[in-house]
């Protein structure tokens, strides 16, 4: 198996010296399972890539198990796919021959250490158990571009079908130790399985391998589930610790946060507006199949399921816990039939492509981009405007002018204190004409609530129609 860094910010060839390997080297390390080699293809001013190169013994495995020569043992143990592909071997290998990067040391350039630069990580046969959309739900939320390609189970005969693996290209401009961490829990997550037996130290590994980024990952409880080989005990300790149980339940702080908004807007009853504006463009399409995207607590959900001309209504949001309060404040377990029938609520994130949300006549997205940090926006206008396509979407979002009238304000001087950014009317129209552009698609913008002026209305509304008016796919 195989894993290749590369680096291309010159002098490209102090990679060496974050991962403590001389490129002018090649050096060979004994672990238990095999041999690591590290060496480098390339050493150039302007682009290095290290390669660390696993052999792995299956033969020397199955003999150094407990029992007698020969009992029990199955063709499998000696012929399986372990030498080949990227698994928990690759994982302990990095952890034994790139120690010191993992750790973020660099005794001889610790600045570069501590510096986010691009790098390209390359794995060319990594299996995962739940394919493409997974790996991506993995890595995409971390901040990473990713390449994948799927191999064929065997190029000869195609009628078998795909396989679990894939050559993947992941790249990022982050520190190099946060990648290697990265790579360290996620590998054997994909693959899930693990070549050893997994104890309550595990966890102490996954909480030092995780930290600052599994807290807040849209998949938070896979991760730790398959890292900790699904033992429910552990995993429970886990989330447990991992989110500290001292500390305020996060969905909860969400939830507490949302209502100071609110309180902001309410002299303008601003929420009721908007929902009302957004339900009249919706009305007005003629539309009958909406995702709601980021639906929350279910405002927009509930007015929807008012009028019977929309038969069919999809909620997304990333938190379970406002999902679970859309549930009960629409009343669907008491729902009848035939009603219930109209209306879904499933959880996603908006920053990785979903299947699920394709192939609607219009998706809403209101109030939500604000709660994405900007180099995050990419990846939403992919995966809404060019994966799931809709013939109509309509964003909202605070117009950062307007909160000059408002009392009361936090210090931040954003109406939520999760808000990574308000912008201007000439701001939000400038993203969205770009995007309108880019993925073909006409763009109006409305104003609504009270309109100040000089200074517009509180909320600033996007109507987007596909150009060509195609019906949903």
């Known amino acids: 198996m195989l894993l290749l ?10 990679l060496g010296y974050l991962l403590y390997k001389n490129p002018a080297r090649v050096q060979t390390f004994d672990l238990p399972f095999g041999c690591a080699t590290v060496f480098y293809p390339e050493a150039r001013e302007e682009r290095c890539t290290a390669a660390l190169l696993l052999e792995v013994d299956p033969i020397g495995l199955v003999r150094k198990r407990r029992g007698p020569p020969g009992e029990g043992r199955s063709l499998e143990e000696y012929v399986n796919d372990r030498p080949y592909v990227a698994s928990s071997f690759l994982s302990v290998a990095i952890a034994r021959v790139y120690g010191s990067a993992l750790s973020g040391r660099s005794r001889e350039r610790p600045d570069l250490a501590e ?3 691009p790098y390209e990580a390359r794995i060319p046969v990594l299996p995962c158990r739940g394919g493409e959309g997974f790996l ?17 189970l065997d190029e000869r005969f195609p009628e078998w079908g795909e396989s679990p693996y894939f ?77 500290d149980e001292d500390q305020a339940d996060p969905d909860a702080a969400d939830s ?28 007005r399409a003629g539309v009958r199949r909406i995702v709601d995207l980021g639906c929350g607590e279910g405002h ?68 939500v981009i604000e709660h994405l940090d900007p180099p995050r926006l990419a990846a939403f206008e992919r995966v809404v405007f060019e ?27 954003l109406r939520h204190r999760d808000h990574r950014f308000e912008w201007t009317r000439d701001e939000f129209g400038s993203w969205a004409r770009g995007i309108a552009e880019r993925f073909r698609y006409e763009v109006r913008f409305n104003p609504v609530g009270p309109e100040d002026p000089a200074l517009g209305a509180p909320t600033q509304m996007a109507v987007f129609a596909r150009v060509g008016g195609e019906g949903s796919r």
């Open 5 to 14: 860094i590369t680096s291309t910010t010159p002098p490209a060839t102090d």
């Open 115 to 117: 510096t986010p630069l």
């Open 256 to 283: 507490a946060r949302a209502h100071e908004e609110q309180a902001i807007e309410a002299p303008i009853r601003l929420q009721e507006c908007r929902v009302a504006a957004v339900v009249a463009e919706l009305s």
């Open 167 to 243: 050559a993947v290209a992941l790249r990022a401009q982050r520190r190099l130790a946060e990648i290697l961490n990265h790579l360290y829990v996620l590998i054997p997550v994909m693959d899930d399985e693990k070549h050893y037996w997994v104890g309550e130290d595990e966890i102490e590994k996954l909480l030092r391998h995780t930290e600052g980024w599994l807290a807040d990952h849209p998949l938070r409880d896979a991760i730790a589930r398959r890292y900790l080989k699904h033992q429910r005990r552990l995993t429970r300790i886990a989330l447990r610790r991992l989110l």
């Open 387 to 413: 994966f799931a396509r809709p013939a109509m979407a309509i964003v909202t979002t605070p117009n950062r002018e307007y909160n000059a009238t408002f009392k009361n304000m936090p210090k931040s001087g």
């Open 136 to 152: 991506r739900q993995l890595f995409e939320p971390l901040g990473y571009e990713i390449e994948a390609r799927r191999h064929a």
């Open 300 to 367: 927009l959900l509930r007015a929807l399921l008012r009028d019977r001309a929309f038969a069919e209504i999809l909620g997304m949001d990333v938190s379970p816990r406002a999902l679970e309060i859309a549930a009960s404040r629409l009343r669907l377990a008491r729902m009848p039939e035939r009603e219930r029938e109209r209306i879904r609520l499933i959880q996603g994130s908006l920053l990785y492509r979903d299947a699920r949300i394709a192939g609607f006549d219009a998706a809403t997205c209101i109030e």
